[in-house]
């Protein structure tokens, strides 16, 4: 059975920082692009990161650019989000998933695999 478990999720203040990661089981993903999706109550889920199957090239949303830095360790078959200087617009369960592709996409229908999500709460 493949499972991507996340991790690493609570409750901060504006600006700290958190690190999530999500370990996958069942199968190695070594040769699948990452990514990392967040969605808040009533929002479509919101791409935030991926990253390509060797960790060469990385990929960040808009607003994520320059806070959050995405990373992999294929022989750990993890995956980690850090995210620094945290704002409450951050707030939002994290989704951890894992592409059909070895090459990085922003869309979530290129993605087939998904973990069940890390809270994240930001307080101002």
């Known amino acids: 059975q493949v499972q991507l478990v996340e991790s690493g999720g609570g409750l901060v203040q504006a600006g700290d920082s958190l690190r999530l990661s999500c370990a996958a089981s069942?199968?190695?993903?070594?040769?699948?692009?990452m990514g990392w999706f967040r969605q808040t109550p009533g929002k479509e889920r919101e791409f935030v990161a991926a990253i390509n199957w060797n960790g060469a090239t990385t990929y960040y949303a808009n607003s994520v650019k320059g806070r959050f830095t995405i990373s992999r360790d294929n022989a750990k078959n993890t995956v980690y989000l850090r995210m620094n200087s945290l704002k409450p617009e951050d707030t939002a369960v994290y989704y951890c998933a894992a592409s059909s592709s070895r090459y990085y996409s922003s869309s979530d229908s290129e993605y087939t695999y998904w973990g069940q999500g890390t809270q994240v709460t930001v307080s101002s």
């Open positions: 069942g199968r190695t993903f070594s040769s699948n692009a």
